[in-house]
């Protein structure tokens, strides 16, 4: 019997291509695809259903559809997508209620993967140059998007004392570059003069958006539990990352209060770095990410390689325009092909 | 999948996990351009440090080494020296005399407080400090073979006044000591004379460095003689003599979470008291502050 997987986030960037892989996975027996949006990629067999992540649904969908195994890629990482009040909704009401369902009297489900961020640990002058998956952070989250992941890592952690018959599994990823992912990172440095801290040139760590996707299959494929960093090989100064992104000039901002210069450039709308970014372009982060290849994981691209990757398909978008026309999602139309007799599937050929 | 295995999760030893056999590992395509490496040391800046530092060690401090012989030519080790000057002048004397005897890379381990200043902070790391975390010390010693070289007085050592030069400060709390026996690396200690005169300190600004943030501000002899700016960042040209003691081997097992708290605390007192010794029997045989 395959796996029932409940995907949180289909709308976003990481549900709707997390659910894409699981199409092609002929282990997987039943997608169904949780969010308040539509989703953005095509998709063949997922089910959409266009719900808040309130208990009370959650709960109903879980046991409705015999749920075994819940990949939480909804989790807000930059901060500069959404209002923090928002963020805090998503992040820690959402995740609360989805693992109440989760751990409901008589709930199937016996394998949880959720998709949180090396942010947790914070990036401050005191650090190791590699953080290792207990490694403790030096100093307090002051940022909004950092407090909201690790009341979420605290959740989780409850949440697998106890339910000890689910495979708990939390991935931390690094900074994320690929040729479609847009954050906050890739807009700086896609800028014609990209940003640096004066006097700073701390070392970054990236992984590759395939290598995220297929490192959220490999643990939910062979239910390996555990908290794992999940991060490119290698660290690069930052003027080596903006070296290999064009070699383009890079503008200084003051090492002390730059928030503060940074405000007018905000509200003018021509640079939003969050804090945490901030804090990078001082410090630095490096995490080890030994732990998961030690489990069998092998990466596709280094930091070094990701970063190369991203700037190629900049260039390519940059010659030819947006390749991928934008798809868009109508329920009527996807209604049809899923569920009308008229439909000939191969499945049912067979 | 056809190709299971069952292998033991390294995390959770006791539950069995399925695993996809492990493909051959090929080399991933790494497009690396500069040569920073994981501490942020380049050896190119390295390079360039040597050749500009070394006029200075050569005819200014006319650095004069004893049994070098002690530092091994390869693996790890973590070289335990004392400090002094305001500003202190041994750590580069030590790091770019062994670099260019030994041909092999030293790092420093130091205050992360460097790395929060703009600039220096960043040549700092370039040139081979790294920010004193034992899981740092751990990474370069065990698994990276490298040497490394601390100082275990801190801060305390270069805030001390001039009438105390030569005597030693406690030794932390042992931590150096504890990091060797986890790495299972010998200790080799270092007694340095001549850098306590190069910046001597005359008085301490206690309120300036509550203000400053720093852990301490000096008055030093040089800025009373060249000025508040000259004298931040020109040393006196006292002769430096320095001493490799033999290595301490602790002969206990590696990688273990915690050793015995008096054992550490007495290794690190014996080795504290070579040096201070070693550091007594130099000044014995001093003639000049200047001359050696």
């Known amino acids: ?350 | 999948m056809a190709e299971h295995r069952r292998v033991e999760a390294a995390e959770h030893p006791g539950t069995l996990v399925h695993l996809p056999e492990l493909s051959p590992a090929e080399d991933t395509h790494d497009p690396r351009r500069g040569d920073v490496d994981e501490w942020g040391r380049s050896e190119h800046m390295r390079e360039v440090a040597r050749r500009a530092y070394g006029p200075l060690y050569r005819s200014w401090f006319r650095a004069e080494w004893e049994g070098l012989e002690h530092i091994p030519r390869d693996g790890g080790a973590l070289l335990v020296a004392n400090h002094a000057a305001a500003l202190p002048s041994d750590a580069p004397v030590i790091m770019h005399g062994i670099e260019e005897e030994l041909e092999r890379p030293v790092y420093g381990l130091g205050d992360h407080m460097f790395k929060q200043l703009p600039v220096v902070g960043t040549l700092w790391s370039r040139l081979g400090g790294v920010v004193a975390h034992p899981d740092n010390a751990y990474r370069l010693l065990r698994e990276q073979e490298q040497l490394l070289l601390v100082f275990p007085e801190g801060n305390k050592g270069p805030a001390k006044h001039y009438s105390e030069r030569y005597r030693l400060r406690r030794f932390g709390r042992g931590g150096f000591v504890q990091i060797a026996m986890r790495a299972g690396v010998p200790v080799i200690p270092i007694a340095v004379v001549g850098a306590e005169e190069s910046m001597p300190t005359l008085f301490n600004v206690p309120g300036l460095a509550r203000l400053l943030g720093t852990p301490y501000v000096p008055v030093t002899l040089n800025q009373l003689l060249l000025g508040p700016v000259l004298g931040l960042v020109t040393y006196l040209p006292a002769k430096f003599k320095l001493r490799v003691l033999p290595p301490v081997h602790f002969d206990v097992p590696p990688d273990r979470p915690r050793y015995s708290k008096s054992r550490i605390m007495d290794e690190a007192e014996v080795i504290r008291q070579q040096i201070q010794e070693a550091l007594y029997d130099m000044l014995r045989h001093r003639q000049s502050v200047w001359f050696g």
């Open chain 1, 1 to 350: 019997m395959g796996r029932r997987v409940l995907v949180t986030g289909l709308g976003t960037f990481w549900g709707g291509r997390v659910a894409q892989a699981l199409e092609a996975d002929p282990d997987v027996d039943v997608i169904v695809g949780l969010d308040r949006e539509e989703p953005k990629v095509p998709l063949e067999r997922t089910e959409f259903v266009r719900a808040d992540e309130s208990y009370s649904i959650l709960a109903r969908i879980v046991a409705a559809a015999r749920i075994d195994t819940v990949l939480h890629t909804f989790l807000v990482v930059d901060s500069t997508a959404m209002s923090s009040r928002h963020m805090h909704e998503t992040n820690v009401i959402g995740t609360m209620n989805l693992l109440a369902a989760a751990g409901a009297a008589g709930s199937t489900v016996r394998n949880v993967v959720v998709k949180s961020s090396t942010l947790v640990y914070g990036s401050a002058p005191e650090d190791p140059v590699w953080f290792s998956e207990e490694t403790p952070r030096s100093r307090p989250a002051s940022t909004r998007v950092e407090k909201s992941l690790l009341e979420v890592e605290g959740y989780l952690r409850d949440f697998a004392v106890d339910n000890p018959h689910v495979v708990v599994t939390l991935l931390r990823f690094s900074n994320v570059l690929g040729p479609h992912i847009t954050t906050a990172l890739s807009r700086a440095l896609e800028t014609p003069a990209v940003p640096y801290v004066f006097g700073f040139d701390p070392r970054f760590q990236f992984v590759e958006e395939g290598d995220v996707i297929r490192s959220i299959l490999f643990v939910m494929r062979n239910s390996i539990p555990g908290i794992y960093n999940v991060a490119g090989d290698g660290l690069l100064p930052w003027s080596e990352v903006v070296a290999i992104c064009g070699g383009k000039p890079m503008v200084p901002l003051p090492p002390y209060f730059t928030p503060v210069a940074l405000a007018p450039l905000r509200r003018l709308g021509l640079l939003d770095l969050p804090l945490e970014l901030l804090e990078l372009l001082r410090f630095g982060r490096g995490v080890d990410n030994r732990r998961l290849k030690g489990a069998g994981f092998r990466y596709e691209h280094t930091s070094a390689g990701t970063v190369e990757r991203f700037w190629q398909s900049v260039r390519l978008r940059r010659t030819v325009g947006q390749s991928e026309p934008g798809f868009v999602f109508e329920r009527d139309v996807e209604n049809f092909f899923r569920h009308s007799p008229a439909v000939v599937r191969e499945s049912e050929d067979a």
